[in-house]
């Protein structure tokens, strides 16, 4: 027998999209569910050690996105879980934003909580079910059965857009031409590490790292990211297609999140090839660590602490919306008349089948808006996307994927959903200055 939840709003994947968006809904005072297919909420930032957060904030350190994903920071950093923002020190990214994910799974549940959220733990979205152009339900799969979900909103905050590919709604992937996506990167952490050591070892052979900084001398900085280790691992001739070691310190004294492995060319929505992913990924892992063991300063001590639950995914399917947002406009940081959200982060592509990393700045005074009609899927009329894929270019996706700019999606889409039960209009109806106005309320930033 199949179970059936009624709700207003349902909110379906539990990352930091999915969080903000249930909590939007949630204070708007209409029943929301969240569902997630894991036994804990943090999508990529819990299960695949995404770590640190970056970045709320321009490249000069003007913070651009706050609302719900502040509040999240602010409580982490109560519970001694997080320095707050803090400037890093190596790489392009300036101001990074660490924190403990085992203390991110329970505040943010303690804040879905109080905003009456009711969650759906270990559920699987396996079907959608239309009336029309409408969602009527989502069915959900799990150890008590079938669960059938009814509600009048949907929020698709899988990562994957599961939902509206399941619902018909038309879909994109990869770059143009070829579909390839960015690379997918088992994360894993390291205790042991002797950062004094390493810290003394760049001062000593700055060639060997990216370390210029505008903010002073790296002696006089904290150590907080570290892209490099060049020679050491062009000598080394791993078979991973990166040209040096990416990892960042913390939360602990002694560690290190180690951001080095690298599987390109596999479909991350294809069981087939996820399978092969996970389990090409944890050889990498295995790898990397014995190499920095054996060769790097400051990690003769280390050993691997946390592998993480998945492999980490950048990029697979995104909606195709009413608009969808290009690398130009990110670039030329345009303004939109429906913007919802704002983001600092410049365009990172890892690229699809080679080394690199690809970089593009934002213009103007570093910011660019994320519009309300890239949530919004052309032909699923109750449905909004938020987080990962929502409606981008290939390249724009390579910006609005990082975390904080999916927390401030997620609450634009949270608090949409909650404005169209309360009028009783589809997403695409809702009064656009209303709904700036509710997120600004919200302590969103729009201008």
Not at 85 to 95: E, L, M, P
Not at 304 to 313: A, E
Not at 390 to 416: D, K, V
């Amino acid at each position: 027998m199949v179970q059936t939840i009624e709700a207003d709003i349902v909110v379906c994947g539990g990352g930091p999209a999915g969080v903000a968006a249930a909590i939007a809904a949630g204070r708007s005072g209409f029943k929301t569910v969240l569902v997630e297919k894991y036994g804990f909420i943090g999508g990529m930032s819990t299960a695949a050690l995404v770590y640190p957060w970056m970045t709320f904030h321009t490249m000069d350190g003007k913070q651009v996105i706050k609302g719900i994903a502040q509040e999240i920071v602010e409580r982490l950093a109560e519970r001694g879980a997080s320095p707050g923002h803090v400037r890093d020190t190596v790489g392009f990214v300036h101001t990074i934003t660490p924190y403990h994910p085992e203390y991110y799974k329970v505040v943010a549940v303690n804040m879905l909580k109080e905003a009456g959220v009711k969650l759906l733990l270990h559920s699987f979205v396996e079907h959608v079910r239309m009336d029309g152009e409408r969602i009527e339900s989502v069915r959900l799969s799990g150890k008590s059965g079938q669960i059938d979900v009814r509600g009048n909103v949907f929020v698709d905050t899988t990562g994957d857009a599961d939902v509206a590919f399941l619902s018909g709604a038309p879909c994109l992937q990869g770059r143009e031409g070829d579909k390839r996506t960015q690379p997918m990167t088992m994360k894993f952490r390291m205790r042991g590490v002797d950062l004094d050591k390493v810290k003394r070892y760049m001062i000593e052979h700055p060639d060997e790292f990216y370390a210029k900084t505008p903010f002073g001398e790296l002696e006089q900085l904290p150590l907080s990211g570290i892209m490099g280790f060049y020679k050491h691992w062009k000598e080394a001739n791993l078979p991973i297609n990166r040209d040096g070691v990416l990892l960042f310190t913390g939360p602990n004294e002694d560690e290190v999140l180690v951001n080095t492995t690298r599987v390109q060319g596999l479909d991350g929505t294809k069981v087939e090839d996820l399978t092969e992913a996970e389990q090409l990924g944890r050889e990498q892992v295995l790898m990397v660590a014995e190499f920095m063991t054996a060769h790097l300063p400051g990690f003769e001590k280390a050993s691997i602490s946390t592998v993480g639950t998945q492999i980490g995914i950048r990029e697979t399917r995104r909606i195709d919306g009413l608009y969808t947002l290009q690398a130009e406009d990110v670039v030329q940081g345009r303004r939109f008349e429906d913007t919802i959200a704002r983001s600092g982060y410049p365009i990172d592509i890892h690229d699809p089948s080679g080394k690199g990393v690809t970089a593009a700045w934002v213009e103007g005074d570093g910011a660019y808006d994320i519009p309300y009609r890239c949530l919004l899927p052309q032909t699923v009329t109750n449905l909004l996307a938020a987080g990962r894929c929502i409606s981008t270019s290939h390249e724009a996706l390579a910006t609005t994927r990082l975390t904080p700019s999916c927390m401030a999606t997620g609450q634009a889409a949270g608090t949409a959903a909650g404005l169209a039960v309360k009028h009783g209009v589809r997403p695409a109806d809702v009064d656009i200055r209303e709904l700036q106005r509710e997120l600004e309320a919200g302590n969103a930033v729009l201008r």
